[in-house]
């Protein structure tokens, strides 16, 4: 009796973690967020977070000069990728996150939350937008 107890326990952690790794929901230091723009992906603080055309999956073309104005959204050593939200190592040894390979900015003239002023900046630039705008 107490082997199958701990075996549908068991097997009760697997299906929730299970459920869990399926959801569409980003992770905690990420959201989706409305702006005058659409849905975009934001920050926790609910910053809207861009992309940059110059860098390449999973590996970031934004040093020196481009970090006069873009701030690379950091991940702590303990975060961990989901789904389309991975994490790269930059250059500096520093961790930074990515959405569909592409990492991820902050525009440094955003002051407020929900603010795209990043956005015709540079056309090289642009608020990183969910997969599916109606599924998210």
């Known amino acids: 009796m107490r082997l199958q107890t701990l075996t549908c326990l068991s097997l009760l952690m697997m299906v929730a973690g ?27 603080d609910q910053m809207t977070l ?3 055309a110059d860098d390449q999956p999973g590996r970031t073309m934004c040093y020196k000069d481009c970090l006069e104005h873009w ?15 991975s994490l790269l190592w930059r ?17 440094k003239g955003d002051t407020r939350p929900g603010e795209v002023n990043g956005y ?6 642009s608020p990183a937008r969910p997969l599916d705008p109606k599924k998210n």
Request: hydrophobic content about 35%; aromatic content about 16%.
């Open 120 to 125: 015709k900046v540079d056309p090289k630039w």
């Open 18 to 44: 299970s459920a869990v790794a399926d959801s569409t929901n980003p992770p905690a230091t990420l959201q989706f967020r409305e702006t005058k723009l659409g849905k975009v992906l934001a920050t926790r």
């Open 50 to 52: 861009y992309v940059f």
């Open 91 to 107: 250059a500096d040894e520093t961790l930074q996150w990515a959405y569909k390979g592409q990492p991820l900015y902050t525009y």
């Open 71 to 85: 701030e690379p959204y950091h991940a702590e050593a303990n975060d961990q990728g989901f789904k389309h939200f």
